[in-house]
């Protein structure tokens, strides 16, 4: 079994933005979080995100995903 190797969430999102093969966006947290939000805890206040695309779709492409995500979300969530 190979070793985990551990990657810092930066590096992590340039290796999947590098990839030719990648269609999508990255949302994340323009802070690091490390508290337990996974587990239920409630975030306070408003938190700032970063969005990452690459060439593979243009910023209207990429707006069009988003707002099709957010539309999924009102629905289902």
């Keep these: 079994m190979p070793d985990l190797a551990f990657f810092t969430s930066a590096e992590l999102i340039e290796e999947l933005l590098s990839r030719h093969t990648f269609l999508g966006v990255i949302v994340h947290s323009a802070d690091a979080h490390r508290g337990r939000a996974w587990e239920g805890e ?29 539309d999924h979300m009102d629905l289902h969530c």
Excluded: I, Y
């Design 42 to 70: 409630a975030w306070e206040g408003e938190k700032q995100f970063q969005v990452h695309f690459n060439d593979n779709l243009s910023p209207p492409e990429a707006a069009r995903l988003l707002a099709t995500v957010s």
